[in-house]
């Protein structure tokens, strides 16, 4: 598990335009990345449009926002399209990213256990070191993230 402090573990995955992302091309910026179990879903919608919602404060902070989820690109393509969602949707389909962040693992629904997607977040500053990171969040709680920059 990371902790505040921790340097940001990397990732590779494809975007939602079929582009490659690595964390590490983002050096030099403020990021906040964030997992969700599935797109179009009612909390993971929830979460994205709030978070469009301030776009234009996050992005006047200088903050980059990724969201990851297992979903193919195809998909990501399409909550994007339909929501209007103006930042970056990874795919992460083997939870590589998601395990190394601590946002995959056992989950309950209906008294039946699996693994899956943990709704989390974390903010990598300029760096590369994690400054805030959050496992089990509430849907609107990623959008108030970015609030860790907000007065500097």
């Not at 598990?1 to 403020?30: C, H, Q, W, Y």
């Not at 990345?33 to 599935?38: A, T």
């Not at 776009?55 to 980059?64: C, K, L, M, Y």
């Not at 949707?89 to 008294?111: F, I, N």
Request: one cysteine or more; hydrophobic letters at 40%; glycine letters at 8%.
């Amino acid at each position: 598990m990371l902790n505040p402090g921790d340097i940001a573990t990397s990732f590779e995955l494809v975007s939602d335009t079929g582009a490659t992302v690595r964390l590490d091309d983002l050096k030099g910026k403020r990021v906040i990345v964030y997992f969700y179990p599935k797109a179009d879903t009612p909390g993971c919608t929830k979460q994205a449009c709030a978070i469009q919602d301030i776009g234009p404060q996050i992005s006047d902070a200088g903050v980059t926002v990724i969201g990851i989820s297992p979903d193919p690109p195809e998909k990501l393509a399409k909550f994007r399209t339909k929501y209007g969602l103006d930042f970056i949707l990874l795919s992460d389909p083997e939870h590589a990213a998601a395990e190394a962040y601590g946002a995959w693992g056992e989950k309950s629904m209906y008294g039946k256990k699996y693994m899956g997607i943990i709704r989390s977040h974390a903010a990598v500053d300029e760096s590369g070191k994690i400054v805030a990171i959050k496992n089990k969040v509430k849907p609107l709680e990623t959008a108030a993230l970015w609030e860790v920059w907000k007065d500097s």
